[in-house]
């Protein structure tokens, strides 16, 4: 299929190929020639065309719903249904396909641009365990993961008595949501409200 080569250049058919199952939209040579844009893209722009885990198929495309793209979870690849026409970020599908075991590649008419992300930064939220004895066996609510060494800074009480105790920093990361997408039409970010109202609608 016109516009593979991009993969190579880029380094990129080893990490492909070593996924139980990949999509892999290619803009065509027409609308490359289109857009001005017949010169070799960017890693990133490629990486934005490419899913791995998953050889999709046309029937999961029209259902919609959203994958995350070659760049991460920050970047979404969204599928709709335009009267009957499998859309990618709005973009539709275009010339030839090719559905193999592992493997799906479609024509696309245009180049999905980098940049529709929802959940760009990612932040660490801490919580401090109670204190304890230093010579018990620690572990961190299930989410969380134990940050640095124990500090020997804290009293606890056992019994009728206070004793100096060890205390735990466990923390896990947190993505926050952009403006990007502002419209309810998409998933939520993780941990966002359901009751999010779109900026100017309120």
């Known amino acids: 299929m016109p516009g593979t080569g991009w993969l190579p250049h880029h380094k990129l ?31 990133d722009t490629v990486r934005h065309h490419v899913i791995l ?10 259902k919609g719903g959203h994958r995350n ?7 979404w690849l969204v599928f709709y249904n335009h009267s009957g026409q499998p ?15 592992g493997c799906s590649l479609f024509g696309l008419s245009g180049i999905l641009t980098v940049g529709s992300s ?3 930064h990612s932040h660490a939220e801490a919580l401090r365990e109670k204190c304890i ?16 060494t124990p500090r020997k800074s804290c009293v606890y009480r056992s019994g009728f008595s206070f004793s100096r105790g060890c205390s735990y920093t466990c923390a896990k990361k947190i993505q926050v949501c952009s403006e990007v ?8 970010c993780p941990g966002e409200e ?4 779109a900026p100017g609608k309120h």
């Not at 997408?181 to 939520?188: C, G, R, V």
């Open 87 to 101: 859309e990618v970020n709005h973009m539709p599908l275009e010339g030839p396909f090719l559905e193999a075991p």
């Open 118 to 120: 929802r959940c760009l």
């Open 194 to 197: 359901e009751s999010r109202i």
């Open 53 to 62: 885990g998953e050889a999709l198929t046309v029937e999961v495309l029209r």
């Open 69 to 75: 793209s070659l760049l991460g979870p920050a970047h």
């Open 13 to 43: 058919v080893a990490q492909i190929e070593a996924a139980k199952a990949y999509t892999i939209f290619v803009p065509t040579n027409h609308s490359l020639e289109t857009q001005g844009n017949s010169s070799i893209l960017d890693v």
């Open 133 to 148: 004895n230093c010579t018990r066996k620690f572990r961190c609510t299930q989410g969380f993961q134990l940050q640095d």
């Open 181 to 188: 997408f502002p419209t309810k039409a998409l998933p939520l």
